[in-house]
C-alpha cells in the first residue's frame, strides 16, 4: 500500500510540473525564461540538500556530464517555452509521447529488435501525436508551441538515456541541474524578462518539490518496481494534468483531445507491456 501512495504521488508530482508551467506563465507574472531558470536554481538547493543529508559528493566532472546537462537545457527551456501556447496537459501528451516514442527508436537504433506488437503498439502512438499536432479544423495546438515541446521531449528522452548507465542516478542528477543553469542562462536571459511573487514562487515549487524531490522519490522508488510497471504507471502522467488542467485552470477538454490521448497512451501502454523476445542460447 505503502509503494502504491509514494508511486501515485510521484506521478502527480510530476504532472504537476505541466499545471505550475502553465499556470505561472498564462497568467502573467512570469516569463518562460524566468521560470525555467529558477526552476532550475531550486531544483539545484533541493537536490544539493539531500546530497547533503546523503553524505554523497557530488560528480561534476565526469565525461557524461555534457550530454546530460545541454539535453536537460533543453528540456527546461522547450518545456517552459512551450507553455506560453500550449494547455497543461496537451504538452504533458506531447512530452510523454514524443519521450517514449524516441526512446523506442533509439533503442532499435541501437539493434534491440522490437516485437511486431511493440511496432504495431509505437505506430498507433505516433498516430495519436500526428492527430493532435495536426493543423486544422478543430486543432487546439500552437504549431510554436508544439515545435517547442517536441524539443523538450528528445531532450528529456535524450536526458533519460544518457542516465541509464549512472551507477546512482541522483547525485548525477543534481550534478547536471548545477550545469545546465550556465547553458540556459547563455540562451535565455534577455532584456524583457519579468518575475513577480506568485510566479517566482510557483516556479520554485516546480523546481524544489516536483522536479527535484519528485525525482528524488522517483528514482527511490524504482528499484522496487518491475520495468514494466514503472513504464505503464508514467501513462497516468499526462491523463493527470489534462484532468487538473481541465478543473483548476478551466482547460478545455475537446473529443479530438481525449481520441488522441486514447491513441497515444493506449499504444505506449501496448508497447511497453509486450513480452521481451526470447534469447536462442542454443
Known amino acids: 500500500m505503502k509503494l502504491t501512495f509514494l508511486t501515485a504521488l510521484t506521478m502527480v508530482a510530476f504532472a504537476a510540473n505541466s499545471v505550475l508551467n502553465r499556470a505561472a506563465v498564462s497568467s502573467g507574472t512570469i516569463d518562460p525564461a524566468s521560470f525555467a531558470l529558477i526552476r532550475v536554481i531550486a531544483g539545484i538547493v533541493i537536490l544539493c540538500m539531500v546530497l547533503s543529508v546523503r553524505g554523497t559528493p557530488l560528480p561534476l566532472f565526469r565525461r557524461a556530464r555534457v550530454l546530460g546537462a545541454v539535453s536537460l537545457a533543453a528540456y527546461m527551456a522547450g518545456f517552459s517555452l512551450s507553455y506560453v501556447a500550449l494547455d497543461a496537459g496537451l504538452g504533458a501528451l506531447i512530452l510523454f509521447g514524443v519521450v517514449q516514442i524516441t526512446m523506442f527508436g533509439w533503442g532499435a537504433y541501437r539493434g534491440v529488435a522490437p516485437t511486431r506488437r511493440q511496432m504495431a503498439g509505437a505506430g498507433v502512438a505516433f498516430a495519436g501525436l500526428l492527430l493532435v499536432l495536426w493543423p486544422g479544423p478543430g486543432s487546439q495546438t500552437d504549431p510554436a508551441g508544439a515545435v517547442m515541446m517536441v524539443i523538450a521531449g528528445i531532450g528529456w528522452a535524450a536526458y533519460t538515456i544518457s542516465g541509464k548507465s549512472e551507477p546512482d542516478p541522483l547525485p548525477a542528477t543534481a550534478a547536471n ?35 527535484g ?27 493527470i494534468a489534462i484532468v487538473v488542467g481541465a478543473v483548476v485552470l478551466g482547460e478545455p477538454v475537446s473529443a479530438l483531445m481525449v481520441m488522441a490521448a486514447a491513441l497515444v497512451l493506449g499504444g505506449i501502454g501496448w508497447a511497453v507491456t509486450a513480452p521481451k523476445v526470447p534469447v536462442d542460447h542454443s
Open 213 to 239: 524531490l519528485g525525482y528524488a522519490l522517483w528514482y527511490a522508488l524504482l528499484p522496487r518496481l518491475a520495468q514494466a510497471t514503472a513504464a505503464v504507471v508514467q501513462l497516468s502522467v499526462p491523463i
Open 177 to 211: 541541474f548545477v550545469l545546465c543553469l550556465p547553458v540556459l542562462a547563455l540562451f535565455l536571459i534577455g532584456p524583457d524578462m519579468t518575475a513577480r511573487p506568485l510566479g517566482i514562487g510557483l516556479a520554485v515549487v516546480s523546481g524544489a518539490v516536483t522536479s
